[in-house]
């Protein structure tokens, strides 16, 4: 393992231990040549998914991608990184234990929810936004007034909202 201060290639491993999800090793390291501690982690190597895009593209599932996703709606929420790493950890071991090597985008955003739901609802609005591609403020309004009422707000889609949100009377004016 390369030091990244000094790409010396030796270190030694001051502590390991095992993630909450168990599915990678977390080990702490120490360069041998300057001293610098650093932290690197081993994962096992999986057989190699197959994301299907809404549009019919296929890409490789990019773990690195679904973790940017997530921390970009998590962002100031004061979740630590750790956790949200714990929750992809979760998300990728259930996207294993599938027997299909290929998965649809749409069942990779539907667990990103429901594991949402039960850290942040901010950050479960923020991500909905992306993911059920929110056209403007009305559907916000709709998945709020859901997110309030729902058993299960880990299941909204925009689709399966009943559409009640008052209209905005004709004398009602945002601009001067």
Same mark, same amino acid.
């Given at each position: 393992?390369?030091? =990244? %201060?000094?790409?010396?290639?030796? $270190?030694?491993? *001051?502590? $390991?231990? $095992?993630? /909450?999800? &168990?599915? @990678?090793?977390?080990?702490?390291?120490?360069?041998?040549?300057?001293?610098?501690?650093?932290?690197?982690?081993?994962?096992? /190597?999986?057989?190699? +998914?197959?994301?299907?895009?809404? !549009? #019919?593209?296929?890409?490789?599932? !990019?773990?690195?991608?679904?973790?940017? #996703? +997530?921390?970009?709606?998590?962002?100031?929420? &004061?979740? =630590?990184? %750790?956790? *949200?790493?714990?929750?992809? !950890?979760?998300?990728? @071991?259930?996207?294993?234990?599938?027997?299909?090597?290929?998965?649809?985008?749409?069942?990779? &955003?539907?667990?990103?929810?429901?594991?949402?739901?039960?850290?942040?609802?901010?950050?479960?609005?923020?991500?909905?936004?992306?993911?059920?591609?929110?056209? &403007?403020?009305?559907?916000?309004?709709?998945?709020?007034?859901?997110?309030?009422?729902?058993? !299960?707000?880990?299941?909204?889609? *925009?689709?399966?909202?009943?559409?009640?949100?008052?209209?905005?009377?004709? /004398?009602?004016?945002?601009?001067?």
């Amino acid at each position: 393992m390369h030091c =990244p %201060q000094c790409q010396f290639t030796d $270190s030694r491993v *001051l502590e $390991s231990r $095992s993630t /909450e999800a &168990g599915q @990678s090793i977390r080990r702490r390291r120490e360069c041998l040549h300057c001293k610098y501690r650093f932290t690197t982690y081993e994962r096992i /190597e999986f057989v190699p +998914i197959v994301v299907l895009k809404r !549009d #019919g593209k296929r890409e490789s599932f !990019d773990r690195s991608k679904l973790l940017r #996703g +997530i921390i970009r709606a998590c962002e100031k929420t &004061g979740i =630590p990184q %750790q956790r *949200l790493e714990i929750l992809v !950890d979760e998300i990728e @071991s259930q996207i294993h234990q599938n027997p299909e090597r290929e998965v649809a985008s749409n069942s990779i &955003g539907e667990m990103v929810l429901q594991q949402l739901q039960l850290l942040s609802e901010v950050a479960y609005v923020r991500f909905a936004s992306v993911y059920q591609q929110f056209q &403007g403020i009305r559907d916000f309004v709709h998945i709020l007034n859901h997110l309030e009422n729902y058993q !299960d707000p880990a299941s909204l889609t *925009l689709e399966n909202m009943e559409v009640n949100t008052p209209q905005p009377s004709s /004398e009602t004016s945002f601009v001067s």
